[in-house]
């Protein structure tokens, strides 16, 4: 098992764009989350999803920030438009139910020019 | 509010010697807690979690309640311990809630 697959791992893109990332979670794990990670504030929980559905988005910094899951084995994570304050490290993780252990992926490092 | 304190952003010490990372926490229900590491160039994994009551690599972590703490403790350090080590509780919608982290460098 490749553990949880995130893409790209790097990104850059200049301010005004559309960022997509983009998670696979671990085969039979029904919950995901997806984290931002940044010096000044460590990491924080972005959103999470339950069987594809998402149960707390609180964490989402404000409107420019989106995520979906279509399916079990996919979620993204969209910024539009990006600024340069988003620059971080994103990573998504994965459990099943019943354990709460999350396994991560290796994170997309995203800068903004 | 539920929060995780690391006091110590940096700990830098020899080979051999003991280490004891330090976690306070802020949670008014029973917490269940976590020390996740994230080697140089790996992904964040999980160390140990205070219910297993278990020694994974030699570390150690004992919850105490009435000091509201969850400190990491290993008798001799090793220099592949050197790795930044999160702190983390989950809440009561299995939500983790992160410590800033603890980078640890041991020295040869």
């Known amino acids: 098992d490749a553990g949880v697959i995130q893409s790209p791992r790097h990104e850059v893109t200049e301010m005004g764009q559309e960022v997509t990332l983009r998670c696979k979670p671990i085969?039979?794990?029904?919950?995901l989350f997806w984290y931002r990670q940044t010096m000044m504030r460590g990491l924080e929980l972005l959103i999470y999803f339950n069987n594809n559905v998402p149960i707390d988005d609180s964490g989402m910094p404000e409107d420019r920030f989106s995520a979906k899951m279509p399916n079990a084995s996919f979620s993204t994570l969209k910024i539009q438009p990006s600024e340069p304050r988003d620059s971080a490290v994103y990573f998504c993780a994965s459990r099943p139910t019943g354990n709460n252990e999350q396994f991560f992926g290796p994170g997309t490092r995203l800068t903004v020019l | 509010a539920q929060r995780v304190t690391q006091p110590e952003k940096l700990l830098s010490v020899f080979k051999g010697a003991p280490v004891e990372l330090k976690c306070n926490y802020s949670?008014?229900?029973?917490?269940?807690l976590f020390w996740y590491v994230q080697y140089s160039r790996q992904r964040l994994q999980l160390l140990l979690r205070?219910?297993s009551r278990e020694s994974i690599k030699g570390f150690t972590a004992d919850l105490n309640k009435g000091e509201t703490s969850f400190h990491l403790k290993k008798p001799f350090a090793q220099e592949e311990d050197s790795a930044m080590y999160y702190c983390a509780l989950m809440d009561s919608s299995y939500k983790l809630i992160f410590g800033s982290g603890t980078r640890l460098l041991v020295r040869p």
């Open positions: 949670y008014s229900g029973s917490p269940e």
């Open positions: 205070h219910i």
């Open positions: 085969s039979g794990h029904d919950y």
